[in-house]
């Protein structure tokens, strides 16, 4: 059985910075798409950072632009999100998610039933 296991959320200060990691365990799988969503607690959960391996496309939210980074390893399927500048409503519980299948346009990368896999969650907390 495939899981996805997230690392390095924590807390941390406004204007600090974390990184998180994503990594499969289990049996070797392939993916198109890995993305990262979050879910703030009361709130829905939400889309904030993709990649599509075909292009090696990055997509996020307008809320994360220019402050979170998402990259990462085809090969591995693993993914990185470097989330800078952190501010308190980036408080969330942090989900990476895959997709094995492919995407036919580019904004399903932040569609949360593009993804078949989805980890555990990790929680963030920035402090103000």
């Known amino acids: 059985q495939v899981q996805l296991v997230e690392s390095g959320g924590g807390l941390v200060q406004a204007g600090g910075s974390l990184r998180l990691s994503c990594a499969p365990s289990g049996r070797t799988f392939s993916t198109y798409v890995m993305g990262w969503f979050r879910q703030a607690p009361g709130k829905e959960r939400e889309f904030v950072a993709a990649?599509?391996?075909?292009?090696?496309?990055?997509y996020y939210a307008e809320s994360v632009k220019g402050r979170f980074t998402i990259s990462g390893d085809n090969a591995k399927n693993t993914v990185v999100l470097q989330m800078n500048s952190l501010k308190p409503e980036d408080t969330a519980v942090y989900y990476c998610a895959a997709s094995s299948r492919p995407i036919a346009r580019w904004y399903g990368a932040t569609e949360e039933n593009t993804y078949d896999l989805w980890g555990q969650g990790t929680q963030v907390t920035v402090s103000s």
């Open positions: 990649i599509r391996w075909s292009s090696t496309s990055t």
